[in-house]
């Protein structure tokens, strides 16, 4: 059985494993779930096993993306979590789902366990997410669960907005 990160009541989280490496294959194949992300398809699913194996987010720094499963039927549904960028010292919200999963509430649920986690449990201050202007669906996920607007950027060649949400007793508010 696998060691669940964190569940929600339709959903469970935990770190990727290699038998993953199928569906990331085909989420990552799908040009609708990739149309606003700037990555390329893996090219195999061996491909995407060898991203899995050399994924070092959870030992680095203690956390990082998470599989979503659906918790009563334990299909796949995508991936959501953290991510770490040590260069601008700021963690950031993510998520991918599989298309025949969107507009069930699936990204909501997963993406809000994911702050809740972020805040309580390890501290943080300050979580921001990022959109290109095009992708509505990101965009309102990331205003559903209370970011707000902080600013325009360049990213693969298009405009993308960040947003970001605080802890209530972060000063920087």
Not at 46 to 65: L, M, P, V, W
Not at 92 to 106: A, E, I, M, N, S
């Amino acid at each position: 059985m696998s060691n669940y990160i964190l569940s929600t009541p339709r959903l469970r989280m935990r770190n990727f494993e290699p038998e993953d490496a199928e569906y990331m294959f085909q989420l990552n194949c799908d040009p609708d779930v990739i149309r606003y992300t700037g990555d390329e398809p893996f090219a195999s699913v061996e491909e995407a096993r060898s991203f899995i194996q050399n994924y070092d987010r959870y030992t680095k720094y203690g956390y990082g993306r998470w599989t979503v499963i659906h918790a009563e039927t334990l299909d796949y549904i995508g991936w959501c979590g953290l991510n770490y960028n040590a260069d601008i010292d700021e963690t950031d919200l993510g998520f991918r789902l599989l298309k025949k999963t969107w507009g069930h509430g699936y990204a909501t649920e997963a993406a809000s366990a994911c702050l809740n986690y972020g805040f309580s449990q390890l501290g943080l201050k300050k979580i921001i997410g990022r959109a290109l202007i095009g992708n509505t669906l990101s965009i309102r996920v990331l205003t559903k669960l209370g970011m707000k607007f902080e600013k325009k950027f360049e990213a693969h060649g298009s405009v993308a907005h960040q947003y970001v949400i605080r802890t209530k007793n972060d000063e920087t508010n």
